[in-house]
């Protein structure tokens, strides 16, 4: 019989490519035993309301009216609603021609991108023109679409830092892409090691490989290091003379759980440096609601802002773009309502403001809790989560646990997140899915789970690690 279509040996070779540890085989245990009756504690995946995170107020208060705009309709709706939610539930709606129910601008209602810009200008000291942001059903959409923009074949090739979010690796092999990837330096706080960076570059090029681009992550995914205005105008420099576009993901620019490094976007550091890199180097950036103190995670709002792109080339993204019509417009709404939230004398401010230093203020505590746990343990060695919401420890494990590891047909890494999902119910992600280097070995957890629950997880992992290391190796603190 001929196969058909849809058959898997007949599918899109780039479709067969990708590779998504996230969701990976680890996540599909933890959903197994899940059915089968065993708590699970997911901390696999950035998801912080999955995990407890309550929503902040206002934002649900705006976006429920505008869904329900009735509501507005009712004489008794003071008396449920803040007069500040009112009011802009009626600024957005009278924005959105039609209602939440109807289709946008594919590029995402133009009074909210204006909202954006407004908060970009705030927040670098620069204006930015919104026809030059787009919003997108999330930020992980607006990376797919630029990548897809940049990357024209299997020769191009784009330098994406290793440990990394699996969405680069992913969408280069879906869009038939070269990663090119630049270990960042462990023991250096995850450092960038230009030295090496450069020798990347030149031994890809020496394959026939066209760099194109490189993407930072800042604060680190999922490393969780912040980078120093220094580092970041290294990378700019690199970029300037290397002729690359930067893609820099700052989804994580509210998650910063230290003051040394504050947040600083490469936008502002690109302008502060004057031209003419500030005029020719073509930076595309990235941000969420997902993420920050916000953390709304399905309601899928994002963008981009696009640097010294020819105007021939935003024409061509935006053609792109119409193809799916328009982004989801609650998502858009959440949007305008981060990157412009109640303001001092504001009637929700108060609550707004101490919503968000209590979930700030509990994720800072549990980056230090989860370091100084995991550096508590045997053969357990940790950076301290600067940024982002995620821990990334190196475990070093025995010989004889990588033995047994190759004999089951695991990564040693995998081998060993297996055993403590199966012991624990803790569902981590294993450090190969993000990449590091030979011979050395890690796991991905976030920090989410609630604060009250980090001492019972902690000893868990504590308890399991320790059993662990004595059954394949004895005690061994390396």
């Not at 893609?247 to 003419?276: C, H, T, W």
């Not at 180097?281 to 920050?292: E, P, R």
């Not at 950076?383 to 990334?392: H, I, K, Q, R, V």
Request: aromatic share 10%.
């Amino acid at each position: 019989m001929a196969r058909k279509p849809l058959d898997y040996e007949e599918l899109n070779e780039n479709v067969k490519k990708v590779q998504y540890a996230v969701r990976g085989e680890l996540y599909l245990r933890a959903s197994e035993l899940q059915k089968e009756g065993k708590k699970i504690i997911f901390t696999n995946v950035g998801n912080p309301h999955a995990l407890g995170q309550k929503p902040l107020t206002f934002g649900r208060q705006v976006v429920a009216l505008c869904q329900a705009p009735f509501l507005l309709d009712d004489p008794h709706v003071g008396l449920m609603f803040p007069a500040d939610a009112i009011a802009r539930a009626k600024h957005y709606l009278a924005m959105a021609k039609g209602g939440l129910g109807a289709y946008s601008d594919s590029r995402g209602i133009p009074g909210i991108r204006k909202e954006v810009a407004d908060f970009i200008y705030k927040r670098d000291g620069y204006p930015t023109d919104p026809e030059l942001i787009y919003l997108t059903d999330g930020a992980s959409k607006g990376v797919m679409q630029i990548l897809n923009t940049i990357i024209r074949n299997e020769r191009d090739g784009i330098l994406v830092p290793v440990p990394q979010y699996p969405l680069y690796s992913a969408s280069i092999a879906l869009y038939g892409g070269a990663l090119v990837p630049y270990y960042l330096e462990e023991e250096a706080n995850w450092s960038l090691d230009f030295v090496n960076i450069r020798k990347t570059v030149a031994e890809a090029r020496s394959k026939g490989i066209t760099v194109r681009a490189m993407v930072i992550i800042n604060p680190g995914n999922p490393t969780g290091q912040c980078l120093s205005e220094p580092n970041i105008k290294e990378v700019l420099q690199f970029c300037y003379h290397e002729n690359l576009v930067l893609l820099a993901d700052e989804v994580y620019q509210q998650n910063v759980f230290q003051d040394e490094r504050p947040f600083i976007s490469s936008r502002k550091v690109m302008f502060d440096m004057g031209p003419p890199l500030s005029r020719e180097l073509q930076l595309v950036s990235f941000h969420t609601v997902s993420k920050g103190n916000w953390g709304e995670c399905g309601q899928r709002g994002g963008y981009f802002e696009m640097t010294n792109l020819p105007p021939k080339t935003v024409d061509e993204i935006y053609k792109v773009a119409s193809i799916a019509l328009s982004p989801n417009v609650p998502g858009q709404i959440f949007m305008g309502v981060m990157v412009n939230p109640p303001k001092p004398g504001d009637i929700s401010y108060p609550k707004f403001a101490a919503e968000s230093k209590s979930v700030h203020e509990s994720l800072r505590r549990r980056a230090r809790m989860m370091t100084d746990g995991f550096n508590s343990c045997r053969n357990v060695v940790c950076n301290f989560t600067e940024g982002a919401m995620y821990s990334f420890p190196q475990i070093r494990l025995p010989p004889r646990a990588i033995e047994a590891a190759k004999r089951a047909g695991k990564a040693a890494d995998v081998f060993y997140c297996l055993k403590l999902l199966e012991a624990t119910g803790i569902s981590t992600v294993p450090g190969s899915g993000f990449g590091q280097k030979e011979g050395v070995f890690h796991l991905r957890t976030t920090i989410l789970p609630a604060e009250e629950d980090f001492p019972a997880i902690m000893s868990s992992f504590k308890k399991f690690n320790d059993s662990f290391m004595e059954q394949y190796e004895g005690y061994s603190r390396m």
